[in-house]
């Protein structure tokens, strides 16, 4: 099932075909946060992933409607419907209502994907908010035979469903060795295999968060709420699905074997994964002591940073592998991450400076014609960057006198320019640096004011240390009539 390959072609292809009958619709479904914890990378990359992807279709003038859910119901500590529910958790844990718990992270999951500059998505359901499609789902599958109810809970029953359908398709995993590998079960468990998942669980006294139904007052199983709620905004069958890699096994392997026993319908067409994230090589985890949040990022408050990254830059950085490769975050990578945005941010100034004459012997069109070529093979940002990396070295050359453009071309080159940098891959000046540079010129003003306050008491020894500590920081300082000038050298 790797339908990931030209997925661009693909549907530009579809789009062209269909674009004089209706409208090009794309329907995109990504499964967002369980709202239990602060944001951080892990959060970041599927976030500024298919950002990308909603940005480009919608800039092929596709009509995209991108549904990321908020979980904030029915996921538990583990994947074999064990344990407490994360949110209710945390909700005992703090003496909080679940849902307080889930507005608090919602929040600030939606502050920090805002910093990215990554745009909201056309619909944001809640898991909570849909119980009773859930419920209906789970009526369709029992209705279907691919479930049963044991003891208040309903679980899928894998094996009487992988008879006619492939369980294991997306992931790869061997239905045999699941339903064969799985541990015996010892007469205690409910489920009949424990390879099958629950689709309603009964609640046990203590559990918070509960609602009513003909099987008993419980809550949906976790995957269940994705199926329900893609079919509620996209329908049966809908183009793209994304999230990380690790929910192609078991929460898009269930998605998948759900919709298509409630429905009779493979529900989706392509199926997107991002690669998972490294720091210093090794998996983000809070007992490695390396588990950084976002917040912590974009303020440099953490012991294994050496210093604050700029969203953008966590942006760029991203942006610069591919998102099917791993991607290992250090502070070297960062740091060199950082100066390549400077490079291509300060090209972008130098070009909407440039001057065009009559005839110019630089050649655009193979230049924008890559720019394009590498976001329709499957959104190939690192390729992208390189070939934006090539168009900044030519325009150096043209600003520096070497060569020459025309101005048609430095019309197209401009314009194309300035949407793939800003309205494709979302990059944004960076504000933050330019704030930083406002204050040091706050406190060399107010240095200099002192100066001439030392100059007026006669107070040399002070007036000529002041000048010669800044100078010898690098700063050039003229006295003027009125007062000073100072320009920080190169
Ligand atoms: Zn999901």
Redesign the pocket.
């Known amino acids: 099932m790797e339908h990931n390959l030209h997925i661009y072609n693909t549907l530009t292809r579809r789009k062209k075909k269909f674009e004089a009958i209706h409208p090009p619709f794309v329907g995109m479904?990504v499964?967002?946060p369980t709202v239990y914890g602060d944001a951080h990378l892990g959060h970041a990359r599927p976030a500024v992933t298919f950002d990308l992807v909603f940005r480009y279709l919608k800039y092929l003038g596709y009509k995209v409607r991108y549904v990321r859910?908020i979980?904030d119901v029915g996921h538990l500590e583990n994947d074999a419907d064990e344990g407490e529910d994360k949110i209710a958790k945390k909700a005992r844990l703090e003496q909080l209502e679940p849902m307080e718990v889930a507005q608090y992270y919602t929040n600030g999951y939606h502050k920090n994907v805002a910093q990215l500059n990554t745009l909201p998505p056309s619909i944001e359901p809640h898991a909570s908010g849909h119980i009773l499609e859930q419920i209906e789902m789970i009526r369709r599958i029992l209705a279907s035979g691919f479930a049963y109810e044991s003891n208040g809970s309903v679980y899928f029953d894998v094996e009487t469903y992988s008879q006619k359908n492939h369980y294991g398709k997306l992931s790869g995993r061997v239905v045999e060795d699941l339903l064969s590998n799985t541990r015996v079960l010892d007469g205690q468990s409910e489920k009949r295999n424990n390879a099958d998942f629950a689709l309603w669980k009964k609640a046990s006294p203590e559990h918070i968060m509960r609602w009513n139904s003909e099987w008993s007052t419980g809550f949906p199983g976790?995957?269940l709420?994705?199926s329900a709620m893609s079919t509620k905004y996209l329908g049966e069958e809908f183009d793209i699905h994304g999230?990380g890699l690790d929910?192609q096994f078991p929460?898009?392997e269930c998605?998948i074997a759900q919709n298509k026993a409630a429905s009779g319908k493979d529900a989706v067409k392509f199926w997107m994964h991002n690669n998972m994230i490294t720091i210093n090589g090794q998996k983000m985890g809070k007992s490695l002591g390396n588990f950084i949040t976002l917040e912590d990022f974009f303020a440099g408050n953490h012991p294994m940073l050496e210093q604050a990254y700029h969203p953008m830059v966590v942006r760029f950085f991203m942006l610069q592998a591919h998102y099917r490769n791993p991607l290992d975050f250090s502070n070297s990578a960062l740091q060199a991450a950082e100066k390549g945005l400077q490079r291509l941010l300060t090209g972008m100034e130098t070009l909407a400076n440039l001057k065009a004459t009559d005839d110019g012997n630089a050649d655009v069109k193979a230049l924008i014609n890559k720019f394009f070529e590498a976001l329709d093979d499957d959104f190939n940002t690192p390729i992208l960057i390189a070939h934006l990396f090539d168009a900044v070295k030519l325009i150096n050359t043209i600003a520096a006198g070497n060569d020459t453009i025309e101005a048609n071309d430095l019309f197209h080159l401009q314009s194309i320019m300035k949407d793939i940098v800003f309205d494709i891959l979302g990059l944004l000046p960076m504000e933050a640096a330019n704030e930083n540079l406002n204050k040091l010129s706050e406190v060399v003003d107010l240095l200099l004011n002192m100066r001439m306050m030392a100059k007026a008491e006669k107070n040399w020894a002070m007036s000529d240390k002041i000048r010669n500590e800044l100078t010898s920081l690098g700063f050039e300082i003229k006295d003027t009539k009125t007062g000073f000038e100072w320009s920080l050298s190169k």
């Open positions: 479904y499964c967002g859910n979980t976790w995957h709420e994705c999230g929910l929460h898009h998605e």
